[in-house]
């Protein structure tokens, strides 16, 4: 089983539709959340972080933490081409030596006009 | 805030060459850089863990001696790939943390990569 697992896709999604990104991670003691955007051949922007259980909203951006059912959410509202890009789910945890980032394989999304 | 300078953004060389990279951490301090790999279609992979004023913690399977990590400062880290050769051929990208509060919780800030190509 993979520490962080995300659907590789691609999501399709319509313009002004809502994309909806899922996480997995295994270590119940992940502490730190975060969603990073990568265009192709560009490196990784944080997007969002998100601490504790609930809803964290920053714009067309909400980020839902279950640590429970230990699963990170993304929802991107109103989807716009610009937002066609892969979408990297990552964890840290305290058992990762150095405070290190587990990163998720990836959800590739696409946004059609 | 939080911006990371990485330099250069690609590199075209011959095999044997050594080619170095710069990470820096323009307005903040970061005692923790992270060096990653980057293969198409793939995910980051964490090559190693570079620490001010220490020795690079290196993941499993990545050689020490054949990419060399200082972080002399703390806004500063190198990898140097030493001797490459065509499959050290890559997208390399570094991050930086910003030193404040529980660690733990502070993201990771990328540079925008270096595209390495060995011919």
């Known amino acids: 089983q993979k520490e962080v697992e995300q659907n590789s896709g691609p999501l399709s999604v319509p313009e002004g539709a809502i994309a909806s990104l899922n996480c997995t991670y295994s270590?119940?003691?992940?502490?730190?959340f975060f969603w990073y955007r990568q265009y192709s051949g560009k490196s990784p922007e944080l997007i969002m972080s998100?601490?504790?259980?609930g809803d964290k909203e920053d714009g067309r951006f909400t980020a839902q933490l279950n640590k429970a059912s230990q699963y990170v959410s993304l929802l991107i509202r109103d989807s716009q081409p610009s937002d066609s890009a892969t979408y990297l789910c990552a964890v840290t945890t305290i058992k990762a030596a150095g405070n290190k980032l587990t990163f998720g394989g990836g959800t590739r999304v696409l946004v059609k006009p | 805030g939080a911006v990371v300078s990485q330099h250069p953004s690609r590199v075209i060389c011959k095999s044997g060459t050594s080619v170095k990279i710069e990470c820096r951490s323009l307005?903040?301090?970061?005692?923790?850089m992270f060096w990653y790999r980057q293969f198409p279609k793939q995910s980051l992979m964490l090559m190693a863990t570079?620490?001010?004023?220490?020795?690079?913690?290196?993941e499993q399977g990545v050689e020490k001696d054949k990419f060399l990590i200082n972080h002399a400062s703390l806004t500063l880290s190198t990898l140097t790939v030493t001797s490459a050769h065509p499959e050290d051929s890559s997208f390399y990208i570094c991050?930086?943390?910003?030193?404040?509060?529980?660690?733990?919780?502070?993201?990771?800030?990328f540079g925008d990569g270096t595209r390495l190509s060995i011919l």
């Open positions: 570079s620490n001010e004023g220490s020795k690079a913690t290196y």
């Open positions: 998100i601490y504790s259980n």
């Open positions: 307005d903040f301090q970061a005692t923790t």
């Open positions: 270590d119940r003691g992940s502490q730190s």
């Open positions: 991050s930086a943390r910003v030193d404040r509060g529980q660690l733990n919780n502070q993201p990771q800030h």
